[in-house]
């Protein structure tokens, strides 16, 4: 069995909806599609499709395969345009994660001039807190805050971001304005699942030393747009993103705490894997990500309670 044969067979029958048309495409017999599609699934060891007299459909496993496989033809049929032409047309999908608040605050307006300048390129986006294996689960790229992850991925910086230390006005008012970064293990403090130092804030004093506090508090979750919500609602001090916090911030919700201790800038990355073929799709989205992030400015200059 010719493996991209019967895999090109199998695509070409979910897309079209038959056999006979899926054969038409392919200028073959009906029988040879069949029998090609039934050998792929005996190699695999399961079944793709469900053939009933009046309809096809995918199993669950299928639905996988034709996802992954039609994602396989089309990077081949890039690779094989470069290889011909020396350089390629973006095209195909591109699989995108990102964080949940920034994907959809930030990432969106950048996401959709990207797909009106490259109409043959369709975008599969994945938003998640969680990190995201981006080979084991078939990404292209993730737009990653923090460390790349993985040494196997390459990170290009397009970005960055700053921690802000922040509380509601009606909090400070009854809890007080903490002075020193050790005075927040006797406060309120809201606490991140996925932030890498877990509940420990580092800040860093004006003359550069730097302090490290263990926190806890009434509220623990695994996002940070919920944290800063509830952080506006009193229930203590938050330790978020300025691209979270910023629209609490401009409202007055939300006011900084500390401000005269540094916290250091995390960078945002676009993040792919180094061991595939860097495709044109990557490639373009790489760059349109670049130029985008010049000309955007999310620190939010407000005015700031307590030192």
Not at 53 to 59: D, E, G, K, V
Request: aromatic share 8%; hydrophobic share 45%; with cysteine.
């Amino acid at each position: 069995m010719d493996k991209l044969q019967a895999i090109t067979a199998f695509v070409s029958v979910v897309d079209a909806g038959s056999f006979a048309r899926a054969a038409d495409r392919l200028n073959v017999s009906v029988s040879a599609v069949s029998r090609q599609v039934g050998e792929l699934e005996a190699q695999l060891g399961t079944r793709l499709l469900n053939r009933t007299t009046r309809r096809l459909s995918l199993t669950e496993a299928g639905r996988a395969f034709h996802q992954r496989t039609t994602q396989l033809l089309a990077d081949l049929a890039e690779a094989e345009q470069a290889a011909h032409a020396g350089s390629s047309t973006p095209r195909g999908t591109l699989r995108v994660t990102s964080s949940i608040t920034f994907g959809a605050r930030y990432l969106a307006p950048m996401v959709a001039s990207f797909a009106a300048k490259y109409a043959d390129v369709s975008i599969d986006i994945e938003l998640s807190d969680r990190l995201v294996d981006l080979v084991e689960e078939g990404f292209d790229v993730a737009v990653r805050i923090g460390p790349v992850g993985s040494q196997q991925l390459v990170g290009r910086k397009i970005g960055e971001t700053h921690m802000i230390c922040c509380a509601s006005p009606a909090y400070l008012a009854a809890h007080g304005v903490p002075q020193h970064p050790r005075e927040l293990a006797r406060h309120h403090c809201l606490t991140y699942e996925y932030l890498s130092s877990r509940n420990t804030w580092r800040f860093r004093a004006p003359g550069g030393a730097e302090h490290s506090v263990r926190v806890g508090g009434p509220m623990h979750a695994n996002h940070g747009g919920f944290l800063a919500a509830m952080a506006a609602e009193g229930l203590g001090i938050a330790y978020e993103p300025d691209f979270i916090v910023g629209p609490e911030l401009s409202a007055g919700r939300l006011v900084r705490v500390l401000a005269a201790w540094e916290l250091a800038p995390s960078p945002i990355y676009l993040v792919y894997a180094s061991r595939r073929h860097v495709s044109a799709k990557v490639r373009a989205f790489s760059e349109h990500m670049a130029d985008a992030f010049r000309s955007a400015d999310w620190v939010t200059k407000v005015g700031v309670s307590g030192s």
